[in-house]
């Protein structure tokens, strides 16, 4: 099976501060990533997606990275808001199939 | 407004029952996912269709059963048969498989054993 993983559970940043949250996938075949939203009790929100043949997109105050070479993708949020709380996973797709990592949870304090 | 609808939010099922999850999307796509969150781990997937009457299983679909017989609706069914069925159930849809399309989500539903 896939494995996608993230490096920290928990993240923590003062309102205004940059944030950056990653994620580590195993298979190179995967052709699609996205980086997901998910605030307790609610389905998952998407924020931004990046294809397998692209290195940098950029969003409104979001960015996504991907490193093929060392299978890594990252989320930078800039000037994160309180609004900006919430659990962030991340998902690959190779084949048919998304495979999802098991998430990080960000809290910004004010 | 185009979107996914799920029902109930909270679910509360005596062991031995079945119960239905309902998952309805008014956004024309053609696939339709389920998927299975739990604590500490990443979404599962249960089972997905692409089309109308056709749906393939997903990698725990044991313990489950699903329907498509309609393009809007993609009803998920928790049987006895399910060991551990307590956890948030996620729908979600896309135009389709086939290219760079992410998927939808709805608001889940909490199912609950007593």
């Known amino acids: 099976g896939e494995s996608v993983g993230l490096h920290l559970p928990t993240l923590s940043v003062q309102e205004g501060d940059n944030s950056i949250i990653n994620c580590a996938y195993s298979?190179?075949?995967?052709?699609?990533f996205i980086w997901y939203k998910q605030e307790s009790g609610k389905g998952p929100q998407f924020i931004i997606d990046i294809r397998s043949n692209m290195d940098k997109r950029q969003g409104q105050r979001v960015t996504v990275l991907l490193n093929k070479t060392v299978k890594h993708l990252s989320l930078q949020i800039a000037a994160t808001q309180p609004g900006d709380s919430a659990v962030y996973f991340c998902?690959?797709?190779?084949?048919?199939?998304?495979?999802f990592g098991t998430g990080t949870s960000l809290t910004v304090i004010p | 407004d185009g979107g996914i609808t799920q029902s109930p939010k909270y679910l509360f099922r005596k062991e031995g029952q079945n119960v239905t999850l309902s998952c309805e999307q008014n956004l024309n796509h053609d696939a339709m996912y389920w998927y299975r969150q739990d604590p500490g781990q990443g979404l599962r997937l249960i089972y997905y269709?692409?089309?109308?009457?056709?749906?393939q299983k997903g990698d725990i679909a044991e313990g489950y059963s699903v329907s498509r017989e309609k393009k809007e609706s993609f009803p998920l069914t928790v049987t006895s048969a399910q060991k551990n069925p307590t956890a948030f159930y996620l729908c979600a849809s896309t135009p389709g498989l086939a290219g760079y399309n992410e998927q939808f989500f709805g608001p889940g539903t909490r199912l609950t054993v007593l």
């Open positions: 998902a690959e797709r190779t084949g048919n199939q998304f495979y």
């Open positions: 298979n190179s075949a995967s052709d699609y």
């Open positions: 269709s692409q089309i109308v009457n056709d749906f």
